[in-house]
């Protein structure tokens, strides 16, 4: 076991920060930072992260993929602001899910662009009845010769306002037990009409997260992903990726609180002395460090284990909870230890625990992941 970085993960990781932070966070700066970006800077973003090789990680290198280990990808997407990690975990994941079922001629149409960050791309599953319930998805796809036609709402989907293509669950049928058999298709926003409306939230406000609605919407059949049913393992597989990745996102906000806290504890003076010298800021400090340590380790911990083909059901949702959860509480921490500092928005605190707060729901809500890595532990459903 060794928990230092090799020397091509510390240049991965250098190379992602000089981006993020000398490319990346001036885009963010130039736009405000409540309204979703427009699409040109979306796309001004897509080329950097192309650049990095990361808009298609874990697709082999022969794919034209970056061809990473997924904790070398999540070393990487930890250097970069939320709101953009977000957005590429949907747009590299939905690459993942396409080329998984789609037709040589679909791939060969839509992967280059999508790699090359020149097009976007997102997932749609979620409805307003099919939340934590993924599979129980009600849209419905009526396929007629070479036209299929596709009906319903998406709910909560990330980067649906400024995607090119849209991989969306849809139901064909129902199966024996009364279950919707789920069928996915690539949804081209250039060649079908159909609505997007953005929704208001609390946090990740530069980012897109939008409402869908599909009136017998015409698609052509050969965009049809997969075989039926072979959604709900598509999205699992991501998922157990995705979980610590999305607690890396969390670790990225908690370690600049930590960094931000430290810094005026150690230059305010009350009562005579720094706040850094007061023992129960002493403690705070202590807290929102081992939050960050902790939460990063046992992403980092996940992501090798779904890199060496572990089971990791557990080890994901585990992670993904505790991580989003003590990074949460160490950025209200961290808050607390800058006084009315930590609540203006000069200071942007108060806004990375808001994008925080956000990141606890995608791919399983806290209570969800609880339920998953209890059914590894205890071999029993707690589910239905
Ligand atoms: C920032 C963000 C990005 C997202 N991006 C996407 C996207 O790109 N694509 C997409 O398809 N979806 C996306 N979603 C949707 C997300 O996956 C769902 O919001 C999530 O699965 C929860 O579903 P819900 O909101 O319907 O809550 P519900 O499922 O209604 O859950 C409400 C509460 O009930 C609890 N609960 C539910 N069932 C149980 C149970 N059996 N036992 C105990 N407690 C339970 C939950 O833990 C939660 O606390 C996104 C959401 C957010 C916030």
């Known amino acids: 076991m060794n928990f230092t970085l090799s020397e091509d993960q510390q240049m991965m990781v250098d190379a992602a920060r000089r981006t993020s932070r ?42 034209g993929g970056g061809g990473f280990s997924l904790l070398d990808y999540g070393l990487m997407l930890e250097q970069l602001p939320p709101v953009v990690a977000l957005s590429l975990a949907s ?9 998984s079922g789609g037709s040589p ?41 070479e036209w299929a036609y ?22 064909v049928g129902k199966d024996e037990q009364g279950r919707p058999i789920v069928r996915r298709i690539l949804v081209d926003r250039s060649q079908c009409d159909f609505e997007v409306r953005e929704i208001a939230v609390t946090g990740l406000q530069q980012g897109h997260l939008s409402e869908l609605v599909f009136e017998d919407t015409r698609i052509p059949a050969s965009h049809v992903i997969g075989e039926p049913g072979d959604a709900a393992k598509t999205l699992t597989v991501g998922w157990n990726g995705n979980r610590p990745l999305l607690g890396l996102m969390c670790v990225h906000l908690a370690q600049k609180g930590l960094d931000l806290a430290l810094e005026h504890a150690r230059s305010r003076q009350q009562f005579g002395k720094a706040l850094a010298a007061h023992q129960l800021v002493q403690q705070d400090l202590a807290d929102i460090e081992t939050a960050v340590v902790a939460s990063r380790l046992m992403c980092y911990h996940a992501l090798d284990c779904v890199d ?54 995608p791919d399983g809500t806290n209570g969800i992941l609880a339920l998953i890595q209890a059914r590894e532990l205890t071999g029993t459903s707690a589910f239905r």
């Open 150 to 171: 596709l009906t319903g709402r998406k709910m909560w989907i990330t980067n649906a306002s400024v995607a090119d293509v849209i991989n969306v669950s849809c139901t």
């Open 22 to 63: 000398g490319r990346i966070e001036p885009i963010l700066a130039r736009h405000p930072a409540d309204k979703p970006l427009p699409k040109a800077a979306m796309l001004e973003i897509y080329a950097l992260l192309a650049e990095l090789g990361i808009t298609a990680p874990r697709l082999p290198v022969e794919a």
């Open 105 to 145: 001629e679909l791939l060969a149409r839509y992967l280059p662009d999508l790699i090359a960050g020149r097009k976007i791309a997102c997932t749609a599953n979620s409805e307003a009845g099919a939340g934590s319930d993924s599979g129980a998805v009600t849209a419905k796809l009526r396929i007629e010769g």
């Open 91 to 99: 747009h590299e994941g939905s690459i993942a899910r396409i080329r």
């Open 308 to 361: 060496r083909g572990l089971r990791a059901n557990g080890s994901s949702a585990m992670a993904k909870r505790f991580a989003t959860q003590a990074c949460e509480r160490a950025l209200h921490t961290a808050m607390q230890v800058l006084g009315g500092m930590g609540i203006s928005a000069e200071m942007g605190v108060e806004r990375m625990w808001r994008d925080a707060r956000m990141i606890q729901v």
